[in-house]
């Protein structure tokens, strides 16, 4: 890893579905975890939930794994919550914040933790959901609040102040951890940083880009207008 990402105090989670990328990345000291959820399954093409989630598990090496249940309704995601717990101590039980029609999974968050099993609510976008999220955690295991900092940017809307007071409202909790989900660009895991949040979840277009951090400008325009000559060559096209 880069030198600029291993001086930072934020942890780095890869976020992903594909096996082989995912058993390459245990490799790299600074990947201090994983996460996975359905979608990202679905569009590798994974068929066998448990065989995947046990081989993840496997391959991480003690190392924090994120599993998301598959359930939308309560007493079902109860069931599944436990059931995915029961696989490793590692694992982290991904419950998203309400169903799909909108109802409050919190009820069911504070039952489980209560319970001993360790979460990853998800799915959160408002300060007001972290603000309903976090007793319900507070005395219970290990668990982490995920809020989709890049998804609220894709709306225009600037996360840096509601991930500031995130930070605020998880940070006297020594057992709870904020990670900052879904981002959409390098510059990201040093905002994240920045303002004390303890994770960030990287998808691998954004692990592969650490070779430009801290790359010299001029050098990168050069490498640009090379890119572009070359594929312009290599088209074939004419003017």
Known sequence: MEQGIAGLGIHIY???ADIDRLRTLTTHAQ???FTTNPT???RAGVTDYETFSRDLIELVDGRPVSLEVLADETDEIIRQACCLASWGPNVFVKVPITTT???SLVPAIKQLAGDGVQLNVTAMLTIDQVREVVPALADGPPAFVSVFAGRIADTGRDPLPLMTEAVALVAP??????????PREVLNIFQADSIGCDVITLTDDLITKFS???K???QLSLETVRMFVKDAALSGYKL
Do not use: C, M, N, T
């Open 14 to 16: 890869a976020d992903g």
């Open 31 to 33: 990947i201090a975890g």
């Open 40 to 42: 990202l399954l679905r």
């Open 101 to 103: 029609d909108g109802s």
């Open 173 to 182: 909790h020594h057992d709870l951890r904020l990670i900052w989900a879904s």
């Open 212 to 214: 430009f951090i801290g």
């Open 216 to 218: 010299d400008l001029d």
